[in-house]
């Protein structure tokens, strides 16, 4: 009897321990846990991660759309020098309160976005091309304000969804060899870039 009373006491002493205590709650923690009752750690780090991708992306649509404005009506874009002042009050937040390392407007993420909506405009194009199957390859040298040499290609082809010929830019190609035979080789490399079938190309033109 006294051997229990003493077991008891010791128990009652054990419960009251710190150590104990936080064991519990880690233990309850588990359980509730592994039923399913519960988002385990990993869950609750994935579960923030993709609330701050869609938190991030919500705050880059304003940008995208101000770029593709600006690209569309060739409006130039200012960098540091442009002012939060057309109503957007989720991008003036963003703005306000974001780091100087995250604010999405420097010139680098910038031409990160004109770089991808190119691709998106290029995308486009190859797949018109494809549909009709045959197209012309239009090209020419020019030199930019760098005094840079650059190959200029376009593709012409017919738009069997509007049923009219079109013709679009592709890319501008740096070169540094002006012969014909460079020229020649650095439009088919580019073609085999954009995955357009040689076969199909009916023929190739200097641009007018």
């Given amino acids: 009897m006294v051997t229990y009373k003493k077991a008891v006491e010791i128990l009652k002493h054990h419960c009251n321990t710190e150590y104990h205590k936080r064991n519990t709650v880690l233990y309850h923690n588990f359980c509730m846990t592994h039923e399913g009752n519960a988002n385990s750690v990993v869950a609750s780090i994935n579960a923030a991660g993709k609330n701050a991708i869609k938190e991030n992306r919500r705050k880059l649509i304003p940008i995208i ?109 740096d070169v540094v060899d002006l012969t014909g035979k460079n020229l020649a080789r650095s439009i088919l490399q580019e073609l085999c870039k954009l995955d357009l079938d040689l076969a199909n190309k009916l023929s190739m033109e200097p641009l007018i």
């Fill in 65 to 173: 759309k101000t770029i593709i404005l600006c690209g569309a009506q060739n409006i130039a874009l200012m960098g540091h020098r442009d002012d939060i002042n057309a109503g957007d009050e989720v991008l003036a937040s963003h703005i306000k309160n974001c780091g100087r390392n995250a604010s999405y407007i420097s010139k680098s993420t910038q031409n990160k976005i004109i770089a991808c909506c190119g691709e998106v405009i290029t995308d486009e194009i190859i797949n018109k091309t494809k549909e009709s199957k045959f197209f012309t390859i239009m090209a020419d040298e020019t030199t930019d304000l760098s005094v840079k040499e650059q190959l200029t290609i376009c593709i012409r082809y017919f738009n069997t969804k509007e049923y009219k010929i079109e013709e679009d830019f592709i890319k501008f190609v």
